[in-house]
């Protein structure tokens, strides 16, 4: 049995039957060949949390690199190996001078797992950069190609969350980067800390650095998965029932839905900054689970299972958890 407790960002104690480390397709495919165990991916480890031991193998992704595939006047198109550390990879560009990626700065994880959640954060999702990506079909063991309109992007959601749950391993994702300004400050936050400054994308993404570093804790000094849960998108109607009890809640257009802030509804429960046993939630973001430091993987799920159960008794909402959870 190995630890896991280095490989994930809420450091609970769980154990794997074995650690494999894939530098490249190569490793990937005779991992395959010879394997004996069933087996899970991991990247940076910072959207999983293990309620119980994984009774099989655990894959690291560690596939690098950045390449410039094509450029003219208006941008480029990078190729990137995806397990390069998503905030390297945004780092690098908007050292380039490139936009497109600054409001998605030190979010955690890799870049493999950027669209299989499509990360976002700030106004921009990743898919509005995304172009393409490689994968290798597990089960054939074939390399695949999927273009935008195959990833069947959504808010936190991908084909590789839906049909394509673990059958696909992505080796390279590729973005276009732009060399034209396109700022996206549509958040009050990020706009008013800009005030008087020279926008640039490394300015853009140096607010949005230190927002989060404000708001949510940094997984070296305290175990957590970033938002536990997703915001809940409801029909417009119940948004408007709820308005009239709660009028301060925050809400947001969603198409034709409406998008509710879980963080609020979390908040309203009394569990902002709770400390139960080894886990409870951060004291500046309640969306935010987090390990005191000893907590076991089923403990902070059984919490999040209570803080789920409240939220429905209080507002008759079903939080949906954003983070993958691995149990037996
Ligand atoms: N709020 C509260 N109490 C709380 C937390 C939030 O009342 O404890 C209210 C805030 O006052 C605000 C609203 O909820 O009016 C939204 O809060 P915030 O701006 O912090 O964003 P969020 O909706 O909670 C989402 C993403 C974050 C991302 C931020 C900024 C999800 C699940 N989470 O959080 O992403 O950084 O927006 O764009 O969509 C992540 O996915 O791990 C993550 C951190």
Redesign the pocket.
Known sequence: MTSLKPFHTFATDADCQQLVTIYSGQDLFRYLTDREASFMILGGGSNVLFADDFDGDVLLNRIKGIEVVDEDDNGLLVSVGSGEIWHNFVMWSVGHGLWGLENLALIPGTVGAAPMQN????GIEQDKTFHSLEAIDLEEGTRRIFYKEECEFGY?DSFFKKEGKNNYFITKVSYLLSKLPDPVLG?ADVASRLEGKKITPKAIAGEIIEI?TH??PDPEKIGNA??F???PVVEKNIADKLKESYPTI?CYNAGDQVKI????L??QCGF?GQVKGNTGTYMN???VLVNHGQARGNEIYQYAVSIREAVQDKFGIELEM?VNVIRK
């Not at 802030?261 to 609020?264: E, K």
Request: proline share 4%; charged share 25%; net charge positive.
């Open positions: 990360i976002g954060a700030y936190r958040y989060r708001k949510l970033g938002s849960f997703k915001n925050p802030a879980a963080g609020w979390i908040e902002k973001q309640a969306l954003e």
